[in-house]
């Protein structure tokens, strides 16, 4: 039997420092709890294990919604990024995403900083290998030291190290990311515990030494020259950036990865996890896709005092020597010498439809879960589930009501919303096409949606309120001023005939002028030589909530729409068996998974639209009765 000792108790327990367990952390210490973040080994902090960067299609939108909530990761990219894009402009707002490549390292060791700098809060090596449960109540956690420590709640956060396994072809081997110790105590005892926990696989790709490429005969890539930052905080960042590379595979990479499928991981047998639908790795694109020519690949770097480069898009679990001879078919790639191979990764994470939408385990109470342990994927999903369950396990110590973002507020929303009441059979990403509600869900307005809700728990500091404030005053008194002035009509054709456009007939407020499709706030200058200064957060909303604004009223109207069964709250002791009318599958789902409204019940699986109709019925004649 192995030997304890006791070293202390906490409000809260975060097991994993990776991007949930930082969020989670910082959330609960900064809410005035006492607070111990534990990670298998402090180098696994804010670890980059794959691609070395935030933001992306939907990312952003969440990692807009962390800082305006008062979290971290917008900040911390801020501080280490060595390249920033705005992508997917040609599109509208609702689907632009801000993308910035970190220096990786630099991205974990300022994260460190923060962490070990934060009041409440104790960074801890140790690996935890049993939670302590008694009566279906988390106590807190024996690590494989002995050490034991009590805490009010715990958030799990593992990431993928829960039983980690790595793939290289045939071989496989136990080990977390990056070459870390995996976490099998744990799994065990999560099964032993009862939770229902499932194997997912996800993978990284080959890293190269830049000085073994051809940067001539691939297509650069370089930064936006005006720099978008990440966080509200933030105004104008300037920055020497480096440029990322692109290249495509061809005929002859293909022809070496088919002849060389069976000595995959993936389809030789070796590797049983589920993987990633929308981030496959190359062999199984060839697979899938056998009529494309070719696969677009990005090398970039992974930070300023490193020579390795990171091959985007060809994550494998093909043999080394295979990946070298399909690598050095690709042009640019001819010399490369590989430092750190592809592999891929299975490892143990929960069925989220376990969890509450306040990422509270149904039944072990004070056991909140969050990240890839919930079957998502991505840097950024992590960090918004760990500070929404690093919220949630404060209000519950609090004997408060949770903190949940509905689907019409918030990307976080819909993500939670997602995993919780739909479930997942991959690693689950998100996707601006998730959002159903995407116009009023722009990355841009992520400040004026949710600061006001940050304030008010407590996240959110005097100095950040206070300067959104000023920026919300900003803009209205902008949106205002913009609808008021008129310049003459002689004033508006020289303008317009500047830009090939034909002239106007009558006189137009500048909002007018604005929201024409060639015209934007910035080229408009010469027309408004009195505009105030204005900070690029607000010079965005100003332009989009002009140009879109009978777009943004349309949706506002679905909103409320959606807001009126969300708003139809249900009992958990609601005898759906009793409910005439109710299909037998609906009966059992919904007595099963207990929804909170009407609105989270139409959203499970096996619930039909016409179940619906018979519950708010049902609902109604009770209403009358009461």
């Not at 894009?85 to 599109?91: D, G, S």
């Not at 689950?428 to 009023?440: D, F, H, K, N």
């Not at 934007?520 to 140009?547: C, F, W």
């Amino acid at each position: 039997m192995k030997e304890t000792c006791f070293l202390g108790e906490y409000d809260v327990i975060v097991v994993g420092a990776g991007h949930a367990g930082c969020e989670a952390g910082l959330a609960s210490a900064r809410l005035g709890h006492s607070t111990l973040l534990l990670s298998i080994n402090l180098e696994a902090v804010a670890m980059m294990a794959c691609n070395p960067s935030i933001g992306g299609s939907g990312k952003s939108h969440l990692v807009r919604e962390i800082d305006a909530l008062g979290g971290e990761m917008g900040l911390n990219i801020d501080k280490t990024f060595i390249q920033s894009r705005m992508l997917n402009v040609a599109k509208g707002p609702a689907v632009h995403f801000l993308r910035a490549q970190a220096d990786k390292e630099q991205y974990h060791k300022e994260m460190k900083k923060v962490l070990e700098r934060q009041e409440n809060l104790d960074l801890r090596q140790g690996e935890v290998a049993e939670l302590i449960v008694e009566e279906d109540q988390v106590k807190g956690v024996i690590l494989s030291s002995g050490a034991v420590f009590h805490a009010k709640a715990v958030i799990l956060a593992t990431g993928t190290f829960l039983r980690g396994r790595i793939s290289i072809g045939v071989n496989s081997f136990p080990s977390g990311p990056n070459g870390l110790s995996p976490s099998i105590s744990l799994a065990d005892n999560l099964v032993e515990l009862g939770l229902n926990m499932r194997c997912f696989k996800t993978g990284t790709p080959a890293r190269a030494l830049s000085t073994s490429l051809h940067y001539e005969k691939m297509q650069e890539q370089p930064g936006d020259p005006e720099i978008v930052p990440f966080s509200f905080m933030n105004d104008d960042l300037e920055r020497e950036q480096l440029s990322c590379w692109l290249t495509y595979t061809n005929e002859e990479t293909h022809r070496i990865i088919r002849e060389n499928f069976l000595r995959s991981g993936t389809y030789s047998g070796v590797i049983e996890g589920v993987g990633p639908r929308y981030c496959p790795s190359i062999e199984v694109k060839i697979d899938r896709f056998p009529d494309r020519a070719r696969h677009q690949l990005f090398v970039e770097p992974e930070g300023l005092d490193t020579d390795e480069m990171y091959i985007q898009g060809m994550s494998s679990s093909l043999p080394e020597d295979v990946q070298v001879a399909f690598y050095k078919t690709i042009p640019g790639l001819e010399d490369l010498r590989i430092v750190r191979p592809a592999y891929a990764i299975e490892y143990d994470c929960i069925d989220p439809l376990e969890l509450q939408l306040n990422l509270e385990h149904k039944r072990i109470e004070n056991l909140f879960c969050a990240g890839q342990f919930n079957g998502s994927s991505g840097y950024e999903e992590a960090a918004a589930q760990g500070l929404m369950a690093g919220i949630n396990a404060v209000r519950k110590i609090e004997g408060k009501e949770p903190f949940i973002l509905d689907r019409s507020e918030a990307y976080i929303g819909v993500l939670i919303d997602d995993l919780v009441t739909k479930g997942t059979e991959e690693p689950y990403r998100i996707m601006t096409s998730r959002a159903e509600y995407r116009l009023v869900l722009r990355q841009d307005n992520a400040d004026l949606r949710l600061t006001e809700k940050g304030y008010e728990l407590g996240l959110v500091s005097q100095e950040r309120y206070e300067r959104f404030c000023s920026d919300k005053a900003a803009m209205e008194k902008e949106l205002e001023r913009l609808n008021t002035v008129s310049p003459t009509a002689k004033e508006t054709n020289a303008f317009l005939e500047s830009l090939g456009e034909p002239p106007i007939q009558k006189r137009l407020t500048l909002a007018e002028l604005l929201k024409r499709p060639e015209v934007t706030y910035e080229n408009m200058k010469s027309l408004d030589p009195d505009r105030p200064a204005l900070s690029g957060h607000v010079i965005t909303k100003v332009e989009v909530q002009i140009k879109y604004a009978g777009y943004i009223s349309k949706q506002q109207t679905q909103v409320e729409r959606f807001r009126k069964l969300e708003d139809k709250k249900l009992s958990p002791d609601l005898p759906y068996g009793e409910i005439d009318g109710l299909r037998l599958e609906a009966q059992q789902k919904l007595a099963e998974f207990k929804p909170l409204s009407v609105g989270q019940a139409s959203r499970i699986s096996g619930v039909s639209p016409a179940d619906i109709n018979v519950l708010l019925i049902y609902l109604e004649k009770k209403r009358r009765q009461s």
